[in-house]
């Protein structure tokens, strides 16, 4: 029995990818994370014609003082988020500095604190 929960969790993990991203604005500007995350939105939105309702996008991780930032998407939708934020040109920019589906690798490069499971 404990070994279908292993395959379970292994097979939900899987379907996850996660993003390290960095942020650049004007010094004089404050960058929240609901203001990234409705910039990536629009991205998406712009670019693929697609809305947020059909993808999943949670930020798992925000430094103010480093504007970096991780976020999770569904292993479907990142080929399309990374696209979309490459392709934009809205104010904050943002780059994909690091793209995996291994949480832990992220947090190691960014120096986050560990994130819950």
């Known amino acids: 029995m404990k070994r279908s929960g292993r395959r379970t969790s292994s097979v939900i993990q899987a379907n996850w990818h996660y993003l390290l ?11 929240d994370v609901l203001s990234l995350r409705q910039a990536i939105q ?3 939105a712009s670019n693929h014609g697609m809305t947020m309702a059909s993808v999943t996008l949670d930020v798992m991780w925000w430094c103010n003082g480093t504007k970096r930032m991780i ?4 292993k479907r939708d990142a080929m399309k988020v990374m696209a979309a934020i490459a392709a934009s040109n809205s104010v ?14 992220l947090t190691a490069i960014a120096g986050a604190e560990p994130l819950p499971s």
């Open 71 to 74: 976020v999770r998407l569904d």
């Open 92 to 105: 904050p920019r943002m780059t994909v500095i690091s793209d995996t589906a291994f949480l832990p690798a």
């Open 42 to 44: 629009e991205s998406v």
């Open 21 to 31: 991203l960095a942020v650049s604005s004007h010094p004089d500007t404050s960058v």
